[in-house]
């Protein structure tokens, strides 16, 4: 099959994660005998540079004609970079939030996976890490709170402020309908976190779910409360498999599942839309302290590809490929630096991809350094 896939190199550490990213997309396909057309795409600091814009219309256009998009992280260091000397709304990120809106990208997608290799690297205590945990947060990325209707008064000469968290029965239902075929993906069980006891929103959050349910009978539906959820993560992370939840709660649990599997350079993204259309970036920034030195960590780039090809591409056994390979790299022992631990070989960025590479294309390894 071919496929048309949009590449946004970004800031920083951007080019040389994605470097790495396309080597294995390219080895997959070489495997499995697809072909994927490339196109570059400028976003962020690029973009400024180029255009004197963080994002054009013809980035949107150009993003719009392809298959799914990989991107690495953009962004400069607010201290130093000129970027940061612009008017805000020409820094590098508003082109993120632009490209997001403009793609309607509304489910955002981010595992969480303990690789037993990194369980050193957990803050949980070894009885409560067990057999590991394979986490998929889905958070709804366009609407609740951080997009309602929001002011700051003064009442009877009192400072209040305002925020509206509104979410409709549409809204509720497209990301709950992804939220269940991709459970139909794993392991078929959604926990879906609301707070249902005090909030209406909540109750038709979870008025609606239940409906979805319906056409989904071979998936498990349990509801949680937010707080319950966040105690249950540090708890027992294992009882989860697909959490579905708004924006504010996702933003929240996400980045408290984050921490949970050791290394921010090993977690994947994607945000999709209600086609299958994709754009998939690590879940870190562009690092600009370690840019250009070829020791940036780059699986979340790499694994941010193996989710462009199942979600967007519907190829699963070339992701699991992928995957497996990833797998295969870290129980050989190879590191970067911000995974290396006493034992294991320390190896660079270009490296690593070449490893990932090797196991892809061999099923084994015969490149030990
Ligand atoms: P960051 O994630 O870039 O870096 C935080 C720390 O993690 C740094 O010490 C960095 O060296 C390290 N790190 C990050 N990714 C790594 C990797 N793959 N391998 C090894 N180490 C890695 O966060 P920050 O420093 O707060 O932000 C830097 C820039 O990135 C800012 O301009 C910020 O706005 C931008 N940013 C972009 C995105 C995005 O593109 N989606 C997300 C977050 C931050």
Redesign the pocket.
Same mark, same amino acid.
């Given at each position: 099959m071919e496929y048309k896939i949009g590449l946004i190199h $970004?800031?920083?550490?951007?080019p040389e994660?994605v470097h790495e990213a396309k080597k294995v997309l390219d080895a997959v396909c070489k495997k499995y005998g697809h072909t994927l057309i490339y196109s570059t795409l400028l976003l962020?600091g690029a973009s400024i540079e180029a255009y004197g814009v963080p994002l054009t219309n013809e980035t949107v256009d150009h993003a719009k004609e392809c298959d799914a998009v990989l991107?690495g992280?953009? $962004?400069?260091?607010?201290e130093t970079?000129p970027w940061y000397q612009l008017e805000s709304s020409k820094r590098?990120?508003v082109g993120?939030l632009g490209i997001r809106k403009a793609l309607n990208l509304f489910a955002n997608l981010r595992p969480v996976y303990l690789y037993d290799e990194l369980r050193a690297a957990c803050p949980l205590r070894e009885e409560i890490i067990g057999d590991g945990f394979d986490i998929m947060i889905m958070r709804e990325l366009t609407g609740g709170l951080y997009f309602g209707e929001k002011k700051t008064t003064e009442v009877d000469a009192v400072r209040t402020a305002i925020d509206t968290l509104t979410y409709n029965e549409h809204e509720i239902r497209r990301i709950a309908k992804r939220g269940f075929d991709i459970a139909m993906k794993r392991r078929r069980k959604i926990t879906s976190i609301d707070k249902a006891n005090v909030l209406d929103s909540s109750r038709l959050w979870r008025a609606v779910v239940e409906e979805v349910a319906k056409y989904y009978p071979e998936v498990q539906l349990e509801h949680m409360l937010v707080d319950n959820c966040a105690m249950q993560m540090v708890k027992n992370p294992a009882q989860f498999d697909v959490i579905l939840t708004e924006n504010m709660f996702g933003d929240i649990l996400s980045d408290e599942a984050s921490i949970l599997t050791g290394?921010?350079?090993m977690l994947p993204s994607a945000s999709l839309n209600e086609t299958k259309f994709g754009l998939y970036?690590?879940?870190?920034?562009?690092?600009?302290?370690?840019a250009g030195q070829n020791?940036?960590?780059?699986?979340?780039?790499i694994l941010s590809a193996a989710m462009m090809l199942r979600y967007s591409l519907d190829l699963d056994t070339e992701a699991d490929a992928v995957e497996n390979a990833v797998k295969k790299t870290l129980a050989n022992g190879y590191r970067?630096?911000?995974i290396m631990s006493d034992g294991c070989r320390q190896t660079v960025t270009s490296k690593m991809g070449d490893l990932i590479v090797s196991y892809l294309v061999e099923g084994e390894h015969k490149n030990a350094k």
């Open positions: $970004g800031d920083g550490i951007g994660i962020g991107m992280s953009i $962004g400069g260091d607010p970079s590098p990120e993120l290394s921010i350079g970036e690590p879940s870190h920034g562009s690092a600009p302290n370690i020791i940036a960590n780059p699986i979340a780039a970067t630096v911000d």
